[in-house]
């Protein structure tokens, strides 16, 4: 426990200031504004600004005049470094989306996620979409400098009705009961609720847009300051749409894809495979129930007397081999002695099961050895071997290569744990195998 | 082209990618949700549509998981936005934290992963565990003030909620209809340039989140001592739970695949399992990291913690009455 409460503070505290924005043009507008310079002259004077907003909603050149000298040449930055991160922000999604779509398409994302479900093709559908959300906006980047109607539309859309749709966004800076309408958004800037003043506030948060609209925003300017203001009363402010920070941000995304698409050995290392092994070696399959989807099925006409499973029954659904072996994997190998019917039928009979082998580290013996695959639920990260012992009878076939895959022939046991029955391979034989093309076993 | 060998050092790598791979496609389906609520879902609606008491709200809220299930990486962005729109602090937590545990497709997957091993039973003792727990905490956080939950990027997205004689005008001159009036094409760019900046936000996160996980589970988690040290453990009553509370924190699993892992196990109890599987879809390393795209460090801290506390003692309770469900519902 006291891990968990010391990781948190850790955890968090580490990210404070967080690398990118809060998720909205808002704040990084805002960040943006701020991180010009230009604010620290004006903030004083924005308090006294608002009010005369909200005093003479109509007299908007007066505010306007006021600081167009510091915004001109801030403005064109701020454009400049929005633009900038619009093609940053591109080029991130545009190398998210040729790592997945490559994955998908090249087949190695058979390595990382299982064929059940949708995984696969969700990876090359969240591909494409990336491409298609990163190359939208920035072709879009003309309409989205908007003079604020990304969060404020609320407060704006009345005007919108005669805004065009290009780059029109900024035509309703001309309107006087536009004005109006951030008066009152003011007002409540000054009112008590500082949530309700901090969210209303946002109604000038749009940064400049494009060039030509210069002359129609120096009324957003004029909010650009109220809303600096708003932020000052009780909320403190927040520096999560810096530019450092969200540069760290797509810094960090570009990096992560990056290198481990270019490390990744899309598997894990035999040792790693060990250490699992050995964590779930001690693990029988005991008394669990077989998971349904590897049941043996069985044909229920005609069973033996007082219902019991047969041979007969269990050779009509799991047809011998030309070797007069069954042939099973290693699942079903390690669930059937949960099934006490199945193993009294079985045990004793000869099978053929494909599998990697290592050395038993349970039993040092040198003709212990075991049998495992590696099951996947979702994605490799999840995988769990599965794992049954194998006791070779004769003598230890030459050059066996641990973490190979073989096919071994054998006798199937069962021994008694203190769980219910295990099953253990009374192995005659090893030839070399290729790995089986399973859905749910990755490696 | 040749792939690098595999070796100990790469493990990290490989299972990093995995996730990413797995999760990806979750958070940029959260983020366009977040897009479309923000560039289409009038402020307050929710609000409207959820009862207008607190607790009923709350109670609703837990439920809606079923309507729409979300895991628990797409949640986050969408929480974000909800919050945002004006969905009340205790309604959007119990949401978030009830979404990735009560809904149809974990429910299923709960079950199937328990079959033979009262599946029923487990099924729904962790929903139903899950929706109390969920509840409780959106009580809790209900009774704050969300400027000291909410980070300030959130908190200042918030858009005020039309004023109370509004509401009933058919919405004429307020805040609510006008994003009707709007051009299809000016809402799509907002939608999309929101589902972009959130899909950004919260894949830095995710990623950071992932990034450790992997770290600690290829190189940590399967060290032969620590697994004999939880074996040892695996029957102590006491500490048995906070194990595997611990172990679903790290393991940073999905909401539908935990169940498979765990089920499996034999060494564990079922209520030491019970708390795996309530608490990893609620708090885990690579939510903590996501989480914190929405609260405050402090209260992150204090929430991690009481919900720690919160599912470890709820466990105690479930054990008292496990043999009384067990002989009615197993």
Known sequence: MSTESNSIPGGSGHHSPPPSSGGHAHAQDHGHSQSQGGLEAVIPVSASTAAAAIAHPHDQSHSHDHDHGHTHEQKEQTEFTRRFFLFLEMTVLLLWSVAMVWFYASGRIDKYLVGDGTFRIQVLIAGLALAVLGWFNWSMRALNAGCGHDHSHDNHDHDHSHAGAEGGGCGHNHDHGHGHKHGDGCEHAHGAKTVAAVGSACCGHGEGPSDKDNTGCGHNHDHDHDHGHAHSPGIPHSHEGTVSGRAMGLVLLAFSVTASVALTPDDFSDAYKKNMLTAYASQPAGSQAMPEAIKVKRDTTGGGKGGGLTLEQVEKVQPRNKDGNFEMDVMQLYYSGSDPEYAKVMKGQGVEVIGQIVHDSTNPAPNRWRIFVLQVTCCAADARPYSVPVEFTDPVPDGLKEMAWYKLTGKVDYTVEKNGGASVLRATGAQPALRPRDQRTLF | ?330
Not at chain 2, 65 to 83: D, T
Not at chain 2, 207 to 217: E, R, T, Y
């Open chain 2, 1 to 330: 082209m040749s792939l690098p060998a595999p070796s100990p050092a790469l493990d990290p790598i490989f299972a990093f990618l995995s996730i990413l791979l797995e999760g990806i496609p979750f958070i940029l389906l959260g983020s366009i949700i977040s897009g479309i609520i923000d560039a289409w879902l009038p402020s307050g609606a929710m609000d409207r549509l959820l009862p207008k008491r607190a607790l009923p709200a709350i109670l609703v809220s837990g439920l809606l998981g079923i309507i729409f299930p979300v895991c628990e990486c797409a949640i986050v962005p969408v929480i974000r936005r909800l919050v945002q729109k004006g969905l009340p602090l205790g309604c959007a937590m119990t949401y978030m934290l009830a979404a990735p545990i009560v809904n149809p497709i974990v429910a299923l997957s709960t079950w199937t992963a328990f079959t033979g091993r009262d599946p029923m039973l487990m099924m729904s003792a962790r929903v139903g565990q899950g929706y109390i727990i969920a509840v409780v905490a959106g009580l809790i956080f209900s009774r704050f003030a969300a400027s000291s939950i909410l980070k300030p990027a959130v908190l200042a997205g918030i858009r005020p909620k039309p004023a109370l004689g509004e509401t009933s005008g058919a919405g004429a001159g307020t805040g609510i209809a006008p994003a009707a009036k709007r051009p299809f094409s000016e809402s799509l760019v907002q939608a999309t340039k929101t589902a972009q900046r959130d899909f950004l936000d919260t894949a830095v996160y995710f990623v950071i989140g992932v990034a450790i996980a992997s770290i600690l589970k290829t190189q940590v988690f399967y060290r032969p001592s620590l697994q004999e040290g939880m074996a040892m453990v695996a029957g102590n009553h006491w500490i048995s739970g906070p194990v595997l509370m611990l172990m679903a924190f790290v393991l940073s699993l999905c909401s539908t695949t935990d169940a498979f892992i765990i089920a499996a196990d034999n060494l564990f109890s079922v209520a030491a399992k019970l708390a795996f599987l309530v608490f990893g879809p609620m708090l885990d390393l690579k939510l903590l990291f996501l989480y914190s795209t929405v609260l405050k460090p402090k209260a992150l801290a204090w929430f991690s913690v009481g919900l720690f506390l919160t599912v470890y003692l709820a466990g105690f309770g479930t054990e008292a009455i496990w043999p009384w469900l067990k002989l009615h519902f197993g």
